[in-house]
């Protein structure tokens, strides 16, 4: 935004982060069809975080082989979590719809 004028309205403050919103948007897509590959991609494209150690790890994290999550005792007879498992998500920072952490 420093290289803007500073809106003097909220509408205007709005309309230019939408604009430089949709360019960013913009430019992303353009360096995806540069570069179909993103694991091949250069690395000083991608933002700080995306080079990050811990986030690389935790966002390459293999999946497990199956398709489904086995559930067996975390769900009861109405589809939802088991009282226990929800505190259990919910002590340990856990997603209570995947179980997973980080989002």
Same mark, same amino acid.
């Given at each position: 935004m420093v290289h803007h004028d500073k809106p003097l309205t909220l509408l205007g403050l709005r309309k230019l982060v939408q604009a430089?919103?949709?360019?960013?948007? $913009?430019? /992303? %897509?353009?360096?995806?069809?540069?570069n179909p590959h993103?694991? =091949? *991609?250069?690395?000083?494209? $991608?933002? /700080? %975080?995306?080079?990050?150690?811990?986030?690389?790890?935790?966002? =390459? *994290?293999?999946?497990?082989p199956r398709a489904t999550p086995d559930l067996t005792g975390k769900l009861?007879?109405?589809? =939802?979590?088991?009282?226990?498992?929800?505190?259990?998500?919910?002590?340990n920072s856990l997603c209570l719809f995947c179980g997973r952490t980080g989002h």
């Open positions: 430089i919103d949709s360019r960013y948007w $913009e430019r /992303k %897509a353009e360096i995806t069809r540069e993103p694991n =091949k *991609a250069d690395p000083k494209s $991608e933002p /700080k %975080a995306a080079r990050n150690p811990d986030t690389l790890s935790r966002a =390459k *994290a293999p999946e497990s009861g007879k109405d589809g =939802k979590l088991t009282p226990q498992e929800r505190q259990c998500r919910l002590d």
